[in-house]
């Protein structure tokens, strides 16, 4: 192969400039409130990022001050620099009184040998050999460590046992009729089951905060015989000083799509009402912004006998009334006549409606109470003197069907019980949504491609594997709280408090990378950039809204691509429906909170990375671990691929939330992921050369897409000295250092990975390293440039040799056009596209070369090539009307699609951070 000398000369002598030394080592941050100050603070945890070098784990002592604030402070590592010193801290502060607008972490060196003075413990916790017991200050919960009950005991710290008996409760049935018609001769079995404790646990450090795991399954308690399935982990958080228990719920979907119908999936607890009057029982069911439905379960307003006002009063503020001796006896007298109610339901079946209804009992008609667009989620019931529980859901009616039960408050055990999938919705059905359309061959498959863009095949339209998580709230009371308090609850339900360090100083310390910074408005075209960013970013918000992407499998996501024609995103066309992270929309809306702190775009991100995280991916059986390809259902493609999977998707909310302990538990499944390519060619349907995956055998993988996901798990997993991280330091070094020696580098464009020997070398194509020249569009678009810039920082002067250069080589050739591609490798490359997006991998190589003809051609590359040029119509939305659309008044912009933003968004804020030089004015 010929490479020109002078090339060679000035490409050889481009300084890598290595992680550049940062004298930033700030050892005091504040921490701010995403969004404004709550109007209550139930405790919280959060990650803070610190300089490397800065502080070491075992010469550190972290300390909390804020006006006002309370000065207890959990912190734990999260996240290490490769030298050992603190890259992230996490932290958890107790429930306050009083909120401070922030606080201030403040890190100071401790001496090692001084015996640390044994902390004050807020909490206390017990563990026996039956259960944990967490005592807040606040409430006292009992967790039992086997059996059907999950939380046997909620107790107030005025002695009122308000929740017992907290179990998760499941129902399904085995098939599904077509239609009316076929009820009559479909076979269906019912099942009911309820939670089966395998293993609880508790977190080792408790002094601000609790954290009970329980693990378990399903296990039939009707309808005949059933194995145990859907596994389940329900964390519970516990603080100091807080009545409330936030409680994260996760499912693994192991069931057959086409057997296996969730008909209701639900958390229920009872009340304990023993000894409350009915008229001093209180039941509240939240209806929209903050509104609440307020009722006794006796009620004694209304009647044609006036009980006299003070009872009345007292009655609807949720009081106990004064002795019913002192009543106008002509209403104390008749009590008996008066119905009590014993049951309340409110179902929210789609995003838009919800209903309440109520009855005396079981057998009685029920009553309808209401209707109304959208539940804040949040149901209460207790009584006066005995108090209560609430229990909401968040994001309850963007996650429809969902609902909230109160049965039973006439008896002495009422029952709260909040529907995750509502029974009276029709059953979550998983089955395929085509029959196949007879593409039983790959060349069937490949020629359907072309038409709908979907990728097909028999058997991988499954279900089974994927997760849904949801967070629900409890808050227990000694006695019924005002209904303005539950509207406060309300109100934060679905934004609970989360605080976050400042924007400049996450930046400054470069744990999230350093190839994005605030925003940039000096010069006018970058000006105009950051317009076009905020536009995007109101757009998407719009679009989740006007087109409903709502549902319990859906929220979180959005589509990929646009029908101009129908005035509708392609929700029913094969490839184009919704996104699973395709052209990593994740990490542009990350790196644009990062660089703004607007808390929208943090609740945006954040619902996104709980979804693609969830449903997206396979979280057992075989392909545990990827994800699924853009298409109509988040399951159905047939590319199973780890790109979709990218741990880097989660890595920034992972460390801000302080590790967040479910995507913890979701960045370690990624780690397997390697092994699925024994079982799974991803080129199955193209492959010519007859050759089969076997496990363990090294396999041809993709430098970018495939590599570039690996490699995040791996860097991942060594930052948080996680239980593999010796294995995953290993295996991301090594196959580094193997493409470093590889001859074309990522310009490869494959490599043969051995994961016996941890290693990549020549793919099978060359196997002597002559040098092939192989790229594609998609390397570089699924997170690699951002995995590698912080790899690449994070080993410093350990990097792998020539890794660097390699990277750089393809930074600069990537746009680099056929003559000088061809006088570096011998051939031009062929497919190179999405040159927008690939723009921020030439200001890369800008910033660290300072060669700024490269900054010059970012920007040509932005302005000038694909994607979304200057001359569209930026800021114009389209108001769609009339009968043009199913719900008028809906905008479009029909030139977008989140390929194109995802990519605009990440070259935009990476060009603005490395290469703003090159912006001419
Ligand atoms: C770091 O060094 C630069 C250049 O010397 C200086 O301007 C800046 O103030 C320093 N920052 C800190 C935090 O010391
Ligand atoms: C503290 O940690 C650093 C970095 O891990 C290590 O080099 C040092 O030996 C440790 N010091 C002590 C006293 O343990
Ligand atoms: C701080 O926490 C302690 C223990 O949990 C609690 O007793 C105290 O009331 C709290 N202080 C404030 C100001 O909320
Ligand atoms: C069940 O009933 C429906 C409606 O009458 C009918 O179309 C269908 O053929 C029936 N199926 C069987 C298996 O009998
Ligand atoms: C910068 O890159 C251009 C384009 O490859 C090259 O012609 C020039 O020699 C480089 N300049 C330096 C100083 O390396
Ligand atoms: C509907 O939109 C079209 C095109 O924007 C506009 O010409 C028309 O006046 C609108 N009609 C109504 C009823 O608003």
């Avoid at 002597?768 to 995995?787: K, M, Q, R, T, Y």
Wanted: hydrophobic residues 35%; charged residues 20%; contains cysteine.
């Amino acid at each position: 192969m010929h490479v020109s000398p002078g090339l060679a000369a000035v490409l050889g002598l481009a300084t890598i400039a290595s992680a550049k030394p940062t004298n930033y080592s700030a050892t005091s941050v504040q921490i701010n409130w995403i969004g404004d100050t709550p109007g209550y603070f139930p405790g919280a945890s959060f990650g803070v990022p610190w300089s490397e070098g800065a502080l070491y784990p075992n010469s550190t002592t972290f300390s909390l001050s804020g006006s006002g604030g309370n000065s207890s402070l959990q912190s734990w590592i999260t996240g290490y620099w490769r030298d050992g010193s603190i890259k992230w801290s996490g932290h958890a502060i107790p429930a306050t009184e009083s909120v401070p607008d922030s606080f201030t972490i403040n890190a100071s060196p401790k001496s090692v040998s001084k015996r640390s003075v044994p902390q004050k413990r807020d909490l206390s916790v017990e563990e026996s050999g039956d259960g944990i017991t967490v005592d807040t200050g606040k409430v006292t919960v009992t967790f039992p460590k086997a059996g059907s009950v999950l939380v046997s005991s909620i107790e107030t710290a005025g002695g009122n046992v308000v929740g017992t008996n907290g179990k998760l409760v499941l129902s399904s049935q085995s098939a599904l009729a077509n239609d009316v018609e076929s009820r009559t001769n479909t076979s269906v079995d019912y099942f009911n089951f309820e939670s089966n404790i395998e293993e609880v646990s508790v977190s080792q450090d408790t002094s601000v905060r609790a954290l009970v795991t329980t693990r378990g399954q399903f296990r039939v308690l009707a309808g005949g015989e059933h194995n145990d399935w859907l596994p389940f982990v329900v964390r519970f958080y516990l603080y100091s000083n807080s009545n409330s228990i936030r409680i994260v719920h996760s499912i693994v979907f192991n069931g057959d799509g086409k057997k296996d119908f969730i008909s209701g999936l639900g958390i229920r607890f009872q009340v304990p009402l023993e000894g409350e009057e009915l008229y001093n029982r209180h039941v509240r069911i939240s209806g929209s912004d903050g509104g609440f439905l307020t009722e006794a379960v006796k009620g004694i307003t209304g009647l044609r006998r006036d009980p006299g006002t003070a009872v009345k009063v007292a009655q609807y503020e949720g009081k106990s009334t004064p002795d019913i001796s002192t009543w106008d006896t002509r209403v104390s007298s008749r009590m008996h006549w008066i119905p009590a109610w014993n049951d309340f339901s409110l179902r929210q079946l789609t995003s838009d409606g919800f209903q309440i209804k109520k009855r005396t009992k079981a057998g009685q008609s029920w009553l309808d109470v209401s209707t109304g667009p959208r539940s804040d989620g949040l149901a209460y019931l207790g009584g006066s003197t005995k108090g209560g529980l609430a229990v909401g859901l968040r994001n309850f009616w963007k996650q429809f069907p969902t609902g909230l039960d109160i049965s039973n408050a006439a008896t002495d055990n009422g029952e709260i019980t909040l529907w995750l999938y509502s029974p009276e919705a029709g059953p979550l059905d998983l089955r395929p949504y085509h029959d196949g359309l007879g593409q039983d061959t790959y060349a069937k498959q490949l020629d359907a491609l072309e038409i709908t863009y979907e990728d097909y095949e028999p058997g991988f339209d499954t279900p089974t594997g994927i997760a849904k998580t949801h967070e629900i709230f409890l808050h227990a009371f000694d006695a019924t709280p005002s209904s303005d308090h539950l509207g406060l609850l309300s109100k934060h339900l679905d934004e609970p408090p989360a605080l976050v360090a400042k924007s400049d100083h996450i930046q400054q310390t470069r744990a999230l990378g350093s190839y994005w910074a605030a925003p940039h408005t000096s010069k006018s075209q970058a000006a105009a950039i950051e317009k076009n960013l905020e536009f995007i970013i109101e757009y998407y918000k719009g679009q989740i809204e006007g087109r409903r992407w709502y549902g319990f499998l859906h929220y979180g996501d959005f589509m990929h691509t646009y029908d101009v024609d129908r005035h509708v995103w392609r929700y029913d066309i094969g490839g184009y429906a919704w996104d699973n992270s395709e052209l990593s929309p994740d990490l542009f809306f990350w790196l644009y909170f990062l660089r703004t702190g607007r808390a929208d775009v943090y609740r945006f991100a954040e619902a996104l990375t709980r979804h693609t995280g969830e449903v997206d991916v396979y979280h057992t059986g075989d392909w545990k671990g990827l994800g699924t390809r853009h298409g109509v259902l988040h399951f159905a493609d047939s590319a199973k691929q780890a790109r979709i999977a990218q741990p880097q998707y989660r890595k920034y909310f992972y460390f801000l939330t302080g590790g967040d302990e479910r995507v913890g538990e979701l960045l370690e499944e990624t780690l397997d992921a390697d092994k699925t390519y024994g079982i799974l060619d991803a080129h199955r349907k193209v492959r010519t050369d007859g050759w089969k995956p076997a496990p363990g055998e090294p396999v041809s993988i993709s430098l970018g897409t495939d590599w570039a996901a690996l490699a995040a798990g791996w860097l991942i997993e060594w930052e948080r000295r996680g239980s593999r991280w010796q294995e995953a330091k290993e295996k991301l070094t090594n196959t580094a250092a193997g493409i470093a020696k590889l001859k074309n580098g990522f310009v490869t464009g494959e490599g043969l990975y051995d994961i016996e020997k941890k290693s990549i070398s020549s793919p099978p194509t060359d196997p002597d390293n002559a040098g092939v020249v192989d790229i594609s569009h998609l390397s570089a678009v699924f997170g690699e440039p951002e995995v590698l810039s912080e790899a690449i920082e994070y080993w410093g002067d350990d990097a792998p040799e020539g890794l660097p250069q390699a990277w750089l080589d393809y930074c600069y050739y990537y746009g680099a056009g056929g003559v000088e591609q061809k006088a570096r490798y011998g051939s031009s490359f062929s497919g190179v596209s999405l040159k927008q997006g690939h723009a921020r991998l030439s200001a890369y190589y800008y910033q660290q070369t300072g060669n700024s003809t490269l900054a010059a051609r970012t920007w040509n590359e932005f302005f000038n090539t694909d994607g979304l040029g200057a001359d569209k119509a930026w800021g114009v939305t389209t108001k769609l009307n009339g009968s043009a659309v199913l719900l008028p008044g809906v905008e479009e912009v029909s030139w977008i699609s989140t390929n194109d933003i995802a990519q605009y968004g990440l070259s935009a804020i990476q060009g603005l951070a490395l290469a703003s030089e090159g912006l001419a004015s």
